[in-house]
């Protein structure tokens, strides 16, 4: 995987270094759904009618809407081989920096703060795909309004503003920003 990723310098390889630190258990309900989704829909989709039945139940009035965008968003990350992101089976307990990435994502856009899919999804998708990623993102994030998801400091590492380093590694940041009421977005 490594001389794949080093062919690649656009999609680095897994990230090196500590995890994100959390866990499933540290998620509330609507993250675990999100995270346990991406871990099936990458194994296969079986039993995606679960994963549909959990959206009715836990995702509110938009569950419809929520469960096409982040379908959408896991088809754009899984389209080429060469970019699958960093998510593991569903055993696993640990929350990967790319799944964090994800949730943090989703998280800002429902607090109207900048999310810049350069910057937070440089792993997950190539960057001609990173601006319809982030849309599906947004739209997910939108149709997730009255079940909004925590948003966890400090975020996920985010490379500079250039894109990525030089090193494929990611930069340290934290995405500042202030907390708002959250109202649902005008435009859809």
Same mark, same amino acid.
């Given at each position: 995987?490594?001389?794949?990723?080093?062919?690649?310098?656009?999609?680095?390889?897994?990230?090196?270094?500590?995890?994100?630190?959390?866990? &499933?258990?540290?998620?509330?309900?609507?993250?675990?759904?999100?995270?346990?989704?991406?871990?099936?829909?990458?194994y296969g989709r079986f039993g995606? &009618?679960?994963?549909?039945?959990?959206?009715?139940?836990?995702?509110?009035?938009?569950?419809?809407?929520?469960?096409?965008?982040?379908?959408?968003?896991?088809?754009?990350?899984?389209?080429?081989?060469?970019?699958?992101?960093?998510?593991?089976?569903g055993c696993a307990p640990r929350?990967?920096?790319?799944?964090?990435?994800?949730?943090?994502?989703?998280?800002? &856009?429902?607090?109207?703060?900048?999310?810049?899919?350069?910057?937070?999804?440089?792993?997950?998708?190539?960057?001609?795909?990173?601006?319809?990623?982030?849309?599906?993102?947004?739209?997910?994030?939108?149709?997730?309004?009255?079940?909004?998801?925590?948003?966890?400091?400090?975020?996920?590492?985010?490379?500079?503003?250039?894109?990525?380093?030089?090193?494929?590694?990611?930069?340290?940041? &934290?995405?500042?920003?202030?907390?708002?009421?959250?109202?649902?977005?005008?435009?859809?």
């Open positions: 995987m490594q001389a794949i990723s080093q062919d690649r310098p656009s999609h680095p390889g897994p990230a090196s270094g500590p995890d994100s630190g959390l866990t &499933v258990f540290d998620l509330d309900r609507v993250e675990q759904l999100l995270v346990w989704s991406a871990r099936r829909w990458r995606w &009618v679960q994963v549909e039945a959990e959206f009715r139940r836990l995702a509110g009035t938009g569950w419809a809407d929520a469960l096409l965008a982040w379908e959408q968003a896991l088809d754009l990350m899984h389209r080429y081989p060469l970019t699958q992101p960093e998510i593991p089976n929350i990967s920096r790319d799944e964090r990435a994800l949730l943090t994502f989703v998280a800002l &856009v429902q607090r109207r703060m900048p999310a810049e899919p350069a910057l937070l999804l440089h792993r997950l998708a190539v960057p001609a795909l990173r601006k319809e990623l982030g849309q599906s993102l947004r739209e997910l994030a939108w149709a997730l309004l009255d079940r909004p998801l925590p948003l966890r400091q400090p975020t996920p590492p985010t490379p500079p503003a250039g894109g990525t380093p030089s090193d494929g590694a990611p930069a340290e940041g &934290v995405v500042s920003g202030t907390w708002g009421r959250l109202r649902r977005s005008p435009a859809r």
